[in-house]
C-alpha cells in the first residue's frame, strides 16, 4: 500500500462525516459560490515566471516544515511576490491543513487559489467553490477515466480550472480530455519520496500543446526551471523551498526576482 492508498482511505472516512455536518445546499448558499473565478491557467500561459507557490505545513516525506506561520501572511506575502497562483493544502491528517486555509487565503489575496486536496467525491469540489477556490486538483493514480471526466466536468460547470496530476505514463494516457485546463508531472516517487526532475522531461512529450504543462514538486533552484522550460512548462509547482523559510513571500520574491534577471 503507497501513501496515496493509506490518504483515500482517511479520506473516504473524512469526506463522509463533512457531508453530514455540512449539507450540499449550505455550501451552495455561500456568498462565495457566486464569485467570479481567477484563471490560473491564464494566468500561466502569459507568465514569463510560472510560480505556483504553495501553503504546506508539513507533509509525509518531510514531516514538520513550518507549523509557525499564519495563512494570511503567507497568502499576502506571495501576492505581493508576484506569484502566479498560490496553493492551498488543505488535507488535514497528513498535510497539517484545513478547508479554512483556503478560506483565510481567499480573504488575504486575490490570487487564483488552487484547492490541493485528494479529491475522490463530487462534494470535495462543491466545498472546494464554496470556500473560494478557482482551481481544483485531481490526482490521477486515485481515479478512474469516469471520475476524472465527472469531477473535471462538474468544476468546469462551476468555472473552476482543473489540474491534472500524474506520475507516470499510464496515468497519462487515460486522463487525457478537454474539460482538464492543466496537466502537472509529479517529480515524486510516492514509494520512495525521491524527487526527479527526469519525469517532468521524459513525460513533456506526451502532454498534447492544449494543455498548460506544470512540473511539480522538489523544484528548489532558478536552475531547475531553466532546465524544465525549454520542454514545454509553464507552470512550477513550489512548496516546501519557500515554505521551510521564516518569510514565504520574500523568499518567493527573491526566487521570481532572480529567475526574470
Ligand atoms: O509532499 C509530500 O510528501 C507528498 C506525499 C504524498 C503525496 C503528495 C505529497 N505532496 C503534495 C505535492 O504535490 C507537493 O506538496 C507539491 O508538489 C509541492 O512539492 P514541494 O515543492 O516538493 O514541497
Sequence with gaps: MNIL???????????????????????????????ITNSLAQNLRVSTSGIIAEHKRRSPSKSVINQDLNVQDVASGYENAGVCGMSVLTDVKYFGGAIDDLLIARASSNLPLLRKEFIIDEYQILEAKAYGADVILLIAAILTREEIKRFSELAKSFNLDVLLEV??????????????????????????????LETSKQLSQLIPNDFVKVSESGISSIEAIKELQPFGYKGFLIGENFMKTDNPGESAKSFINKLNE
Design 5 to 35: 492508498d493509506k490518504i483515500v482511505i482517511d479520506k473516504r472516512k473524512e469526506v463522509d462525516l463533512r457531508k453530514s455536518l455540512i449539507p450540499v445546499r449550505q455550501l451552495e448558499q455561500s456568498v462565495l459560490f457566486e464569485r
Design 167 to 196: 506520475h507516470n505514463e499510464e496515468e497519462l494516457q487515460k486522463s487525457i480530455m478537454p474539460s482538464l485546463d492543466m496537466l502537472g508531472v509529479n517529480n515524486r516517487n510516492l514509494k520512495t519520496f525521491e524527487v526527479s
